[in-house]
């Protein structure tokens, strides 16, 4: 086990890369498992959640190759291999499995998901799709069952606006027989991009991105080659840090558009936020004003960005409310920040941040991704040496990031945890 050091407090300049989409790469792999011929995607991030996918494909009998971001998947000998156990439990987005298996064999075995601990993450708006689609479910020691006679189109109305659920329904419709509408769709870039790859498979879909999808089903989908989206998320945490602890950092490979909840709340700041074509740059102001944040669905603030941006209104004169309306409990972050000297309390679904305060450096835990990228950038404003364990999470989901924040002129580094550390934060 690791911990990974910062030598915060020094101002940080220069550019960064944003790699592939996360949240695109973790349903688009599964989508290949679609297509009788290989398929090959662009572009992917070297995140733990991508190589634990590439493991599954192969656990049900695909090849796969990854290298240079590269993944090419050839699933003509997949087999519809239950996966109660193991590596299915790692991430939450193995639930795209269901409905990738269940759209090529009709049958499906997943252990329920795992991923980050956000609160409760229900999947039944999931389920409600593919029992619509003629599919019956049952529930059996921490496993889905899943099959289906055949897979019919049909409208499908979610109670819930969710980037899992219409995923997952375009994935077991798009060989259904028969239209299926999804209405109350999610908006999410994310989704866009699967249905390209799906598209460019042979699949039939009219409305990625708005809230009515409508899925013609097709007889067989083919192999093509796809590039993945930027990873708005991870693009929309280098802003932060930019406005946090930068003093003029260009963001590269980014589609603006996809950030713009997030570059008018910089501006409210006081933050300047230039975009381009693909790059942004972002100077912060030499006073921070406070704004307060509420998380919605696309196009709204995103909840992945809420605990990134949390740390940076630490430096924000007044205070600032942050509710968070998709996950009501994503503040396992703030405790770790109060041991820096941040000034938050939490209240139901809002934190409630006040500043100017200086952070100081701390030994901290991140409790999930995007409170690692909190943290991380916390221990880049701080004065002295933050230590962060719980890289694992931090893994999942930012690619080579020592490496990106070395670039800018950071001081991080990873260093092994000593046995008497290690065994305290197992206890922990
Ligand atoms: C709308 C939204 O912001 N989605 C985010 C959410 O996606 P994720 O896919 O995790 O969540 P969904 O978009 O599916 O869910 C949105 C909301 O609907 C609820 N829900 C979802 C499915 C279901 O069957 N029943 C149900 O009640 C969830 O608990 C949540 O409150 O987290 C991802 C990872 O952090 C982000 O990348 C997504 O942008
Ligand atoms: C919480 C996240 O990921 P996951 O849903 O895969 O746990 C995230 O991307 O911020």
Redo the contacts with the bound molecule.
């Keep these: 086990m690791e911990k990974l050091k910062i030598a915060g407090g020094y101002p940080l300049k220069g550019s960064i890369r944003v790699s592939g989409a996360k949240?695109s790469a973790v349903a688009l792999i599964p989508a290949t498992i679609l297509a009788d011929s290989p398929v090959t995607i662009e572009g992917l991030p070297e995140i733990s959640d991508v190589e634990i996918l590439k493991g599954l494909l192969e656990e049900i009998g695909g090849t796969v190759t990854f290298s240079d971001n590269e993944m090419c998947v050839d699933p003509s000998t997949m087999v519809s291999m239950p996966l109660p156990n193991g590596r299915v439990k790692k991430l939450?987005a193995s639930y795209y499995l269901m409905g990738a298996m269940l759209g090529r064999f009709k049958k499906a075995v997943i252990g329920l998901p795992g991923g980050?601990h956000?609160g409760?993450?229900?999947?039944?708006?999931?389920i409600k799709g593919f029992e619509a689609l003629g599919a019956q479910i049952t529930n059996e020691q921490g496993a889905i069952y899943l099959r289906a006679d055949e897979l019919r189109g049909a409208k499908i109305y979610l109670d819930?606006?969710?980037?899992?659920?219409t995923i997952n329904i375009m994935l077991a419709a798009v060989l259904a027989k028969g239209r299926t509408t999804i209405e109350n769709a999610?908006k999410?870039p994310e989704i866009i991009d699967v249905a390209t790859l799906l598209t460019n498979m042979g699949a039939r879909i009219k409305g990625a991105g708005t809230d009515i999808i409508r899925i013609d089903g097709v007889e067989s989908l083919h192999g093509c080659r796809h590039t993945i989206i930027p990873d708005r998320?991870e693009a929309g945490t280098f802003m932060v840090l930019a406005a946090a602890a930068g003093d003029g950092i260009l963001i590269d490979n980014v589609i603006p558009q996809h950030l713009e909840s997030l570059t008018a709340k910089l501006r409210e700041m006081g933050i300047s936020v230039e975009t381009g074509d693909d790059q942004i740059f972002v100077s912060p102001g030499p006073k921070l004003k406070t704004v307060d944040i509420k998380?919605l669905?696309?196009p709204g603030f995103?909840?992945?960005l809420q605990q990134p941006f949390t740390t940076l209104l630490t430096k924000a004169e007044g205070s600032a409310v942050v509710t968070d309306t998709?996950?009501g409990a994503r503040f396992k972050h703030i405790d770790e920040l109060r041991r820096m000297n941040a000034n938050i309390k939490v209240e139901g679904r809002s934190a409630i941040v006040s500043g100017p305060v200086q952070l100081q450096g701390a030994k901290v835990k991140a409790s999930d991704l995007r409170a690692g990228a909190a943290l991380v950038i916390a221990g880049l404003m701080a004065e002295g040496i933050t230590e962060i364990t719980g890289l694992e999470h931090i893994d999942r989901g930012y690619s080579n990031l020592e490496e990106k924040l070395t670039g800018l002129g950071a001081t991080v580094w990873r260093e092994k945890l000593t046995p008497e550390e290690a065994e305290q934060l197992k206890s922990s």
């Design positions: 949240n939450r980050c956000l409760p993450r229900p999947i039944d708006q999931h819930v606006v969710s980037v899992g659920a999610a999410e998320i998380t669905v696309y995103p909840t992945d998709i996950y």
